[in-house]
């Protein structure tokens, strides 16, 4: 009983080894693709049909891209900067906002405390697409379209972030917070003293998907001003450019995959012990 039982358990775990390898693969062709694209030359481009390598691997798509985006009105190096410092600020903000709203949420008792609970965990179901429109109504009313800020506060605060910091934080034992109160530690001490440092894990998937979303986030929606424009806003347009400027555009597309890759494989191991917290299976 216990051999059948043995191998079906080796049976079920090579069932999941090769659907999740199989997974990896699909999830990898879409980055593979890009980064082929990038080192292609112009002539192997309007191959038909395509090939999924290149014959001639070349990096001049990357200094192409430097040499387009240097001619513009406004250097590559002022849309680095806009998108380094929308998403700095947002990640930073979104971590406090989300942090010190999760606390009041989780370890504080007020009226309708459960009903904004109920509501946060609604809000997860929109995509903000919807609010395109009243987002917009609002910047407006307070004079900052055209202005960095009007992509840095919508993006403060995320039903996601606070959600998971929410979840995390509510494991803390309420008898530290007492004790703590007893002490006479106010709850401001207590959330950044004592909870939050305790609160790496959940911070850590929180600047991950803060980071991710503030970098890739386009700006023609508020910006119009060219000095104030993001990278990805750039990139899409040098692909608008045509068939012609196709390299340059997979070139950049690769450049903008580095930095939240990077946060990525520094964060990565924090994302599962949250996702447990959190009670998302």
């Given amino acids: 009983m216990g051999y059948i039982k043995t191998r079906s358990q080796k049976s079920g775990s090579v069932f999941i080894f090769i659907f999740l390898i199989t997974a990896g693969i699909f999830m990898l062709i879409p980055i593979y693709l890009t980064v082929v694209m990038a080192i292609k030359p112009v002539e192997e481009i309007f191959l038909f049909p395509p090939e999924i390598y290149t014959f001639h691997p070349t990096l001049d798509n990357f200094r192409d891209m430097f040499e387009v985006m240097n001619n513009s009105r406004v250097s590559f190096w002022r849309y680095i900067f806009n998108s380094l410092t929308v998403t700095l ?3 930073v903000l979104q971590c406090a906002f989300s942090s010190m709203a999760a606390f009041v949420l989780a370890k504080c008792r007020f009226p309708a405390d459960k009903l904004i609970n109920g509501i946060i965990v609604v809000a997860l179901l929109y995509q903000s697409n919807v609010i395109y429109i009243m ?3 609002i910047m407006s009313k307070m004079g900052i379209i055209d202005n960095p800020l009007a ?5 403060v605060a995320s039903p996601m972030s606070l959600f998971l ?5 509510s494991q803390v034992p309420d008898s530290v917070i007492e004790a703590a109160k007893m002490d006479g530690a106010g709850l401001f001490r207590i959330c950044w003293q004592i909870v939050v440092p305790n609160q790496k894990p959940a911070l850590m998937t929180v600047v991950i998907f803060a980071f991710q979303s503030s970098w890739n986030m386009h700006s023609d929606s508020f910006i119009f001003q060219e000095q104030f424009k993001t990278l990805p ?3 899409n347009q040098v692909a608008a ?6 390299g340059t555009a997979m070139a950049a597309s ?3 995959l580095i930095p ?4 990525f494989m520094f964060a990565q191991k924090y994302i599962i012990e949250t996702m447990v917290y959190s009670g998302i299976k």
């Fill in 165 to 169: 910091m929410r979840q995390s934080i």
């Fill in 233 to 235: 806003t750039v990139v």
């Fill in 89 to 91: 600020s947002v990640t």
């Fill in 151 to 155: 992509l840095i506060f919508p993006s």
């Fill in 135 to 137: 987002q917009y109504l």
């Fill in 241 to 246: 450019s045509g068939l012609a400027r196709a």
């Fill in 254 to 256: 690769v450049f903008m």
């Fill in 260 to 263: 939240p890759a990077i946060v």
